[in-house]
Every structure is written in structure tokens, then in C-alpha cells.
């Protein structure tokens, strides 16, 4: 199996093969931002607390600081800049997040909207209550969480159109 | 992170024959615990033996009348579970509480307990719940498997492959949640079985334990009142940066009286 120093490992990110090299003991946040050079994801706490760095592995909401880059071998990551057309239109969600003035500096957004879109897919009706405690693992240090929140909601109603 | 060499074996036999044969080999399962704990360098183990590709650990079942939970479940599965919900709805519950989704996303009941976190929340659920814990070479009682500060009744290389817990009539958990982290201030899960009441609390002392004296009061009458009439030393309580062990001690007796309330 990998072994260090480094190995090759393939996956697919944002609906694209993509190979690189990685160490066993490389986070998969590592290799999105310094090898695939994707630095929308971001990092802010080294004790798997804060969110920023949230991705998609196969669709489900990880925190890409605490999974190893060879633990996506063969696997499929989604990260924030996977969400926009190509033609650059936002992301329901990422547009609710612009209209509701859900970001100040940005830093938590990119984990934000993708713990956002993992929780409009929940079967449950979000309430302003559901989406708070969705969000409990989303740190951010800027906004007070009212218009993140307004956002969630308004970008939930518009996925679900 | 120091190095080391990562494996992912298909079944339990390739698990354990590479733990056996390697220098210091961890078993990773959602490593929502273990690699936070690398990153810091408080842990360097030589190979890291992930069990994500085991079916064996997977799958939530109901086994001669007991739920037997897979160890590598995820807390969301469980808290997802229509059977864990039409069972045991107080541990869907436990589950879904958890940290924050996406810890609950990763993070596995086999993890949690072989971990043994003095703030964790299964154990309380194992130990109100007369678990059984399933391993690749032998079944514990719960009542023997926490055994102290982050400790087990694990040997090295030994493989938690699933939980067994007995279905009371009726249960309920109850935690006060460190507000950052989710992880139990003091939480206490009321269990009521046809041999009597079982009361197992977290959070509060070294490990998860059982209360007697609760347990004696819900007997004879099994009430909020009950519990509330019981007085918890605080001698033996934790005193951390979170709480004093006076203050564990008033929670207890809370979250005693809402589990009850609960059930
Ligand atoms: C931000 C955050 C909040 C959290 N909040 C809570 C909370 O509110 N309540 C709570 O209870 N927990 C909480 N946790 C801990 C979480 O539940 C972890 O998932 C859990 O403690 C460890 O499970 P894991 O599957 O991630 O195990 P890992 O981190 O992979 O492993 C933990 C340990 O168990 C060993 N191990 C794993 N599986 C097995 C097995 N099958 N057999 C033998 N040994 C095994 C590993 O070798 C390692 O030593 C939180 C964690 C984080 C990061
Ligand atoms: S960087 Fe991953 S949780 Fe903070
Ligand atoms: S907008 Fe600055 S941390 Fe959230």
C-alpha cells in the first residue's frame, strides 16, 4: 500500500481525473490547495473544529483537514470551486450567500456553502433552528451567523426549486 | 505528522495480521480522533491500518434480540438508522448529537469506544444499555470494557468489530454539551429494563460509570422526584478549564431528572 516518501494517487475532483503525488501522511487539504493548487479551500484550526476546510467526498461533508489525501484514492471530491457553471453563474447557494450578505471576510465561507448544500439535501423542512445546528461545526469569526443563516435557508428554497 | 505506512486492508484476518506484524500500528476508522491527535505529534504509530473498506465492520442488525451495530457505523448512520429509531430512538438521539455532522460524518461507534474519551458519549449508552462489545477474538461486557482515563479492556492489535446492546422498555440521554466542542459536560443515559433501572453517566469523572444510587431510587419509584431526592458527591468529579466537580455534580442530578422525565 502507500508507503512514504510520496505515491501517485488518482481521484476525481470537481468532475475531472486528476493524479498527483501525495505522502501517506498528506491531508487531503494539503494536496487540494498546495498539489491541485485549489486553495478555495481553506484552513483555519489545526483540532478539526472550525469548518473551513469542508469538501464533498462522494457527497458527503468531510472535514478535509482530518482525511488523508489517500484516503480519496479513486474517490470523488467536490470543492467550492466545483460549484459554479462553467460560464461563472453562482451556485443557488452560493448566490443566497450574496444576496444575504452571509460573508465579511470570506475565510469560513467556502466551508460554509458546503456544509450548506449537504444540509438543503436533507429530507427535513429547515427551520432557522435546524440550519444553526447544522451549522455547529462552521466557525466564523465575522458575521454572527444571523445573515449566514438567512442565507442557508434562501439558498435551500432555491436548490429545492 | 510524523510518517508512516498506510494500509487498507479488504477483510478483519489482513486487519489484524498487519497490526500483529507491524512495529506500532493504529487502526484508523473515521480518524476524527486519531489524526487530530497525529497532527499534534501526541500519537506516531508506524502504520496507520485503515478499516474503511471492511463490510464486516458495517451494517446495523437486530441479533437474538439485541441491536448488534456494526463498528465501523458512523454516528450519522446510526442517527439515520429506521431501525436504530424504531428500537433504541434514545441512541438515534445520542448519535445525532454527535460533534457537528460533519465529524458525525466520518466519526464510528467502534472509534468512539475504543478511544474511551472520559467526555465521549457512547460509553454512557454501552454501559446503561448492558452492551456486549464484540471483538475479533472475544465479547466484553461493557461493564468490563472502560476501565480508566482513555483506557480499555483492549489488548494490542485487538479489533472491536461491533456493539451489542440490549433494548430496554424504555431509555433516554440527556447531556450538557460543551458548548465548542459537543463533547459531554456531564451526560447521563436512563435506561429501564425488566430487571431494573440502569443509570450510566459521562463526562463527570475519569471514565463513564454506572450510579447505583440512582438506579436503587428508580426502582421504587422510577420519577424525576426520585432521582432528584439522591445527592451526587462530588469527591472523584472532574475539575477542568469547563467545570468545577461541584458544578458536574449539580449537572448529574439535572440531566438525571430530564432523562427520566424523558423515558
Ligand atoms: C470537533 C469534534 C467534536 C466532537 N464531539 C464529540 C461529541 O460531542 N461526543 C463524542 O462522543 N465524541 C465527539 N467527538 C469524537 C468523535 O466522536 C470521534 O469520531 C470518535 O471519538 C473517534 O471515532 P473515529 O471513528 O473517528 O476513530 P479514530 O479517530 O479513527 O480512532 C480513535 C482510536 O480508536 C482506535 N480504533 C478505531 N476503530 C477501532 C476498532 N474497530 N477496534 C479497535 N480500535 C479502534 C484507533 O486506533 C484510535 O486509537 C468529536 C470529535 C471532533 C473532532
Ligand atoms: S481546518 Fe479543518 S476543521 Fe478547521
Ligand atoms: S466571514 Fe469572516 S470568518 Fe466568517
Redesign the interface.
Known amino acids: 500500500m502507500a508507503t512514504d516518501p510520496s505515491a501517485s494517487i488518482a481521484l476525481r475532483v470537481n468532475g475531472k481525473d486528476v493524479e498527483g503525488r501525495a505522502e501517506a501522511r498528506t491531508l487531503l487539504v494539503d494536496f487540494l490547495r498546495d498539489t491541485l493548487r485549489l486553495t478555495g479551500t481553506h484552513i483555519g484550526c489545526d483540532t478539526s473544529q472550525c469548518g473551513a476546510c469542508v469538501v464533498h467526498l462522494d457527497g458527503v461533508a468531510v472535514k478535509s483537514c482530518t482525511v488523508l489525501a489517500v484516503q480519496a484514492a479513486g474517490r470523488e471530491v467536490r470543492t467550492i470551486e466545483g460549484l459554479a457553471d462553467a460560464d461563472g453563474s453562482l451556485h443557488p447557494m452560493q448566490e443566497a450567500f450574496r444576496q444575504h450578505h452571509g460573508l465579511q471576510c470570506g475565510f469560513c465561507t467556502p466551508g460554509m456553502v458546503m456544509t450548506a448544500i449537504e444540509l438543503a439535501q436533507s429530507a427535513e423542512p429547515l427551520t432557522p433552528e435546524h440550519v444553526r445546528e447544522g451549522l455547529e461545526g462552521n466557525i466564523c469569526r465575522c458575521t454572527g451567523y444571523h445573515n449566514i443563516v438567512q442565507a442557508v435557508l434562501a439558498g435551500a428554497a432555491a436548490m429545492r426549486q | 505528522?510524523?510518517?508512516?505506512?498506510?494500509?487498507?486492508p479488504a477483510d478483519l484476518d489482513e486487519a489484524v495480521q498487519i497490526a500483529s506484524s507491524s512495529e506500532d500500528g493504529s487502526y484508523l476508522a473515521g480518524?476524527?480522533t486519531l489524526?487530530?491527535t497525529?497532527?499534534?505529534r501526541l500519537a506516531s504509530p508506524s502504520d496507520?491500518i485503515?478499516l474503511?473498506a471492511i463490510e464486516a465492520l458495517r451494517g446495523i442488525a437486530v441479533e437474538g434480540g439485541r441491536l448488534r451495530i456494526g463498528a465501523a457505523s458512523t454516528h450519522a448512520e446510526v442517527a439515520a438508522s429506521a431501525l436504530v429509531t424504531e428500537r433504541l430512538p434514545a441512541l438515534t438521539g445520542l448519535a445525532g448529537r454527535i460533534?457537528?455532522?460533519?465529524?458525525r460524518?466520518?466519526g464510528t461507534i467502534g472509534g468512539s469506544i475504543a478511544n474511551a474519551d472520559p467526555a465521549a458519549d457512547y460509553p454512557a449508552a454501552l454501559l446503561a444499555l448492558d452492551a456486549e462489545v464484540v471483538t475479533n477474538r472475544r465479547t466484553i461486557a461493557a461493564a468490563n470494557f472502560f476501565t480508566g482515563f482513555f483506557s480499555t479492556a483492549l489488548d494490542p492489535g485487538e479489533l472491536v468489530t461491533a456493539v451489542r446492546f440490549a433494548v430496554p422498555a424504555q431509555a433516554a440521554y440527556q447531556k450538557a454539551p460543551n458548548p465548542?466542542?459537543?463533547f459531554a459536560l456531564v451526560g447521563v443515559f436512563v435506561a429501564r429494563h425488566a430487571d431494573g433501572a440502569r443509570v450510566a453517566v459521562t463526562g463527570a469523572g475519569q471514565f463513564a460509570t454506572r450510579y447505583p444510587a440512582f438506579e436503587t431510587a428508580l426502582d421504587t419509584s422510577f420519577t424525576p422526584a426520585a432521582v432528584a431526592g439522591v445527592t451526587v458527591d462530588e469527591a472523584g468529579l472532574m475539575t477542568d478549564l469547563h467545570a468545577s466537580a461541584a458544578y458536574r455534580a449539580h449537572l448529574i442530578s439535572v440531566m438525571a431528572k430530564r432523562a427520566v422525565a424523558a423515558c
Open positions: 505528522m510524523y510518517r508512516f505506512t498506510y494500509h487498507q480518524g476524527m489524526l487530530p497525529m497532527k499534534f496507520l485503515d474503511g460533534g457537528d455532522p460533519a465529524v460524518n466520518r465548542a466542542s459537543r
